[in-house]
């Protein structure tokens, strides 16, 4: 294994390593694809053009059948591992996530429940498809869905994962993930408003649902270890912008077992795993520790989340991943300011080791230029021992 | 001195107050107590984010003759404290569905009696999630807060486009509109929307509010807006503030 490998876990067991090290977080098809200077498969005009888009309306079922779109998540998930070495980061978040089934050339309902529309970049590719509602809205619905396809998924990623490790696993520390996490999963099939009910109403239902996707959770982390990857990301978004969706003390009680076999199975595994969550999770921050997580990503500045403030509550515990603003910074913001915000980061977080800088997630806006000058800051102010940071290049 | 209720100028759950004390022993009295006590409680079940328990209660202040409007002020009382329980960390998210489902209840009962017109006094707000993005949650717990604390709300749903929200402005004769935004790359939406009320000359009689998982501060000027709201509670506040200006 290679430097990028000891250096991502030194800052995940919270020891300094030679230099910050970072992490890629990129699923944008347009992004990867100019990466690699390629031109990605003409999925994109096939869904918009009408003589086409009738073709495939028609044939949906059959597109379904035949794992079309499964095959070319194989085929994104290696491309865009391809792309996180070419941009010289030293570990990737690999999303792969054969979930979705298409409808029609708008309509997608994914394996779990979701009903989604489906639409482009502005680019000319499909983008990632929009959560519109729940499909599964009472315990009857969870019994009769269709769950041949979920239990697919490991065999399906442990395919996918290993020839991604075989070829990329010595150049880069690969995370596996898939979506969703069990939070997710538990109230996006039927909707956050007949969740927020039944949590008060129906919680055995509610923890029969969080049981099935804790032992399909545990599958997934055999499936990826089997396929040699070192680290997984649960990622499950558990907050807003104003806080945790739920009481605290209410997720405690309803996923805090579940958790912790899941971090228990992946170090069992003998895997890192890292949690991730969008929104300002400050008040779940201890709660993650307590459940064995080996690091957080997003901490998401628009949130309201400081990297200073996540140091001084889990510092001692966690590594810290992320922060990296995707708003402005990573979108249409000038060098000096990348430069800038990368300095910042790392001097609020990486002193004494625990921090991987990266985007706080992922989106079609996101400039690949503005991406090379962050991994280029970090060249510039992440060595350790870590100085006081000097001003950004001419 | 006039009939329980209808102390002009003040809300009539304090003129019930005011009734059963003036009126001290008698029979007049005695029910004004049993109603500003069934009322005080319809207030704390809806902070207390009562769902099974809100339609009962406000059924038997029906029957007990309390007038619908003090009920549903009632209620907003709740809600303002489901609010502020909301701001000092106590409540989260899925509690402020849950208030707004304990009011949906408590409305249920009430509808036939009254219309919610009486209520709605505070204004009227269009609300939307703009074009391109279709997350809502953040806009409906925006909706429910305003609509129980008397706001007439014209909510249009979501990837909702910028000719929709000029019309609707123009037909409600609103002065505040709420613009939901969750992803950066639909941004631009808002600036379709502030540019589509320039072109019709609406711009300069509504105020604009944006709020979402995306927007910063730095937004609100570089789009041209009026204000952000973090928090459904902040988002009501603006509103207030909106129409009274």
């Known amino acids: 294994m290679g430097a990028c490998h000891d250096r991502v876990l030194a800052a995940l067991e919270r020891r300094e390593p030679d230099r910050v090290p970072t992490l890629d977080v990129l699923e944008e098809i347009s992004n990867v694809y100019e990466i690699l200077e390629k031109k990605p498969l003409p999925f994109g005009f096939l869904f918009s053009n009408p003589h086409t888009g009738r073709v495939v309306n028609r044939l949906a079922p059959l597109i379904n059948r035949s794992h079309l779109f499964d095959r070319e998540m194989d085929r994104f998930s290696h491309d865009r591992t391809r792309a996180s070495v070419k941009m010289g980061y030293d570990s990737t978040w690999v999303m792969h996530v054969p979930i979705w089934r298409f409808r029609d050339t708008r309509t997608v309902v994914d394996i779990y429940g979701r009903r989604y529309d489906a639409g482009m970049d502005g680019k000319g590719n499909l983008a990632t498809p929009m959560y519109r509602e729940g499909l599964i809205s009472c315990p009857q619905d969870w019994a009769d869905w269709d769950k041949k396809d979920l239990f697919r998924l490991p065999e399906r990623a442990n395919r996918a994962f290993s020839r991604i490790q075989k070829d990329f696993g010595d150049q880069v520390f690969i995370f596996g ?3 969703y996490g069990l939070f997710e999963n538990s109230w996006q099939p039927m909707g956050f408003e007949r969740f927020a009910v039944a ?20 599958m997934m982390l055999e499936a990826w270890a089997d396929a040699g990857l070192p680290g997984a990301v649960y990622t499950d978004d558990m907050a807003y912008r104003s806080g945790p969706m739920l009481n605290p003390r209410i997720m405690r009680e309803l996923y805090s077992d579940a958790f912790h076999r899941i971090t228990e199975t992946a170090h069992a595994l003998g895997m890192k795993i890292v949690v991730h969550s969008c929104g300002n999770v400050l008040p779940l921050l201890e709660w993650f520790a307590e459940c064995g997580f080996d690091g957080v990503h997003a901490l998401e500045p628009t949130a309201g989340v400081t990297l200073a403030a996540a140091k001084e509550r889990v510092g001692d515990r966690m590594c810290l991943l992320g922060n990296m603003d995707i708003t402005h910074i990573l979108v249409d913001a000038d060098r000096d300011e990348v430069f800038e915000a990368v300095r910042t980061s790392i001097q609020a977080a990486g002193h004494g080791g625990g921090y991987i800088l990266a985007p706080t997630n992922s989106h079609q806006s996101m400039s690949v230029q503005r991406i090379r000058w962050m991994l280029e800051a970090v060249e510039r102010y992440g060595a350790y021992p870590l100085t006081g940071g000097a001003g950004p290049a001419a | 001195m006039g009939a329980p209720g209808c102390v002009s100028g003040i809300s009539s759950v304090k ?79 899925a509690d402020l569905v849950l208030a ?51 706001f007439n709300v014209v909510d249009l749903g979501v990837d909702v ?36 009320l320039e072109a019709q000359g609406l711009r300069a009689r509504v105020k604009i509010a944006i709020g979402g998982a995306c927007t910063t501060p730095e937004l609100v000027q570089k789009l041209g807006v009026d204000a952000l709201g973090r928090d459904p509670l902040e988002a009501m506040r603006i509103f207030e503030s909106f129409v009274k200006e």
């Open chain 2, 100 to 150: 707004g489902e304990v009011m949906k209840e408590g409305i249920q009962v009430l509808e036939p009696h009254f219309s919610m017109d009486a209520f709605r006094t505070k204004g009227t707000v269009v609300l939307c999630t703009v074009k391109g993005d279709i997350h809502d949650i953040g806009k409906n717990l925006v909706a429910n807060m305003l609509t129980g604390s008397g």
């Open chain 2, 161 to 196: 486009h910028e000719d929709r929200v000029v019309e609707a402005v123009k037909r409600s004769g609103a002065r505040a509109l709420g613009l939901s935004v969750l992803l950066t790359p639909m941004v631009k939406s808002v600036s379709d929307v502030v540019a589509a």
């Open chain 1, 199 to 218: 949590v008060r109403r129906e919680k055995a239902f509610i923890r029969r649902v969080i049981k099935f996707y804790e032992d399909h959770f545990c």
């Open chain 1, 177 to 179: 993930a898939f979506l």
């Open chain 2, 15 to 93: 003129a019930l107050f005011i009734n059963g004390l003036y009126w001290g022993g008698t029979e007049a009295g005695r029910k004004g107590r049993v109603m500003a006590k069934s009322l005080k409680n319809v207030t704390r079940l809806v902070a207390d984010l009562e769902l099974e328990q809100i339609a009962s209660v406000v059924q038997e202040s029906l029957d007990a003759g309390t007038e619908p409007l003090a009920i549903l002020q009632a209620m907003s009382a709740g809600m303002i404290q489901v609010g502020k329980l909301f701001e000092q960390g106590e409540y989260y998210l």
